[in-house]
């Protein structure tokens, strides 16, 4: 009895061990944030259930998670009447849409893949829905102001015409919404074939009708100002404004709308087509709104006022 219990508690020695990865010495780690499941403590008696709860905790997701919702939305189809449907056309921040405004506005400021890259990408009906509502209220304040300016110096009593209201809409409506719907049927119908060696990521990029929107919405944007300086009287001034805003908004048109146009069949007719309704739409807004009358003119004006007077 003596000689079992002396050894049942004798100590031995054991040479040290170099690997952990198995043996009866070895020592058993868990690591927590590790995807997969160690094999070191596999063969641990007493650690088996706590790595196996662990590791089902960690690598088991977690419903309604981040992820789950970015996949949900991907392989979500919304109907056309429902409000999901129309918000992916107002996903900008106030940051794009000035970024946007500035590069309709500024020449040679947004990048030659700006047409694909940015617009194609993401285009948005927040800016140009903003920038068509304010101009049409710009242009028919400003218009109404120019025409009491106008008649200032005279006997006539002035009152204020609300039906500008009403030219205004329907003037840059129509422009911002049947020029873009044609100038993509013509990019649709003109469109050159081309070889598949020579495509490059812009160089045959078709806008579709939504970025078309966009571009002419935020095309709009120079004349919101210009409206507010039409409003001093001097001839020589409105003309000169109108020829600047056109050139300029003009000229980031042509630049932005340069992959699609070089593709058409009918690039140079297309060209002079955009450049001619812009300066066109702003000579309508100076002559209509805010024309100056004749020296002739206002004498004659003066004369009849008098005559229905007396």
């Not at 419903?63 to 189809?77: L, V």
Request: proline share 5%.
């Amino acid at each position: 009895m003596s000689t079992d219990s002396d050894e049942l508690l004798s100590f031995k020695d054991f040479p040290p061990t170099t690997t952990h990865s198995s043996g009866s010495g070895g020592i058993a780690q868990i690591s927590i944030n590790s995807p997969s499941k160690s094999t070191s403590s596999a063969q641990g008696g007493g650690g088996d259930a706590l790595e196996e709860l662990i590791y089902s905790s960690s690598a088991a997701p977690v419903a309604g998670s981040p992820d789950d919702e970015n996949q949900g939305k991907g392989s979500k189809m919304y109907s056309f009447w429902s409000i999901e449907y129309y918000q992916q056309f107002f996903n900008v921040d106030t940051f794009m849409v000035m970024d946007r405004i500035a590069s309709a506005i500024i020449p040679k400021r947004a990048p030659s893949t700006y047409l694909k890259s940015q617009i194609g990408a993401n285009p948005d009906l927040y800016g140009p829905i903003w920038i068509v509502i304010t101009l049409i209220f710009s242009i028919a304040i400003s218009g109404n102001v120019a025409n009491y300016l106008q008649q200032a110096d005279t006997n006539f009593r002035w009152h204020y015409n609300f039906h500008l209201v009403s030219y205004a809409a329907t003037a840059i409506i129509i422009y911002a919404c049947l020029f873009p719907l044609g100038l993509w049927a013509a990019f649709k119908w003109s469109l050159r074939p081309t070889s598949a060696d020579m495509e490059t990521d812009t160089s045959n990029y078709t806008p579709g009708l939504l970025t078309l929107l966009c571009i002419y919405g935020y095309s709009l944007a120079i004349y919101i100002p210009v409206s507010i300086l039409w409003v001093i009287q001097i001839s020589v001034l409105q003309w000169l404004l109108v020829m600047t805003a056109a050139l300029m908004s003009g000229s980031v048109l042509i630049f932005v709308l340069m992959p699609a146009l070089r593709n058409s069949k009918f690039s140079l007719i297309l060209i002079l087509v955009v450049i001619g309704a812009h300066f066109l739409l702003a000579t309508g807004f100076m002559l209509y709104f805010f024309h100056v009358p004749s020296t002739d003119e206002a004498p004659l004006a003066l004369n009849t006022n008098k005559t229905i007077a007396n």
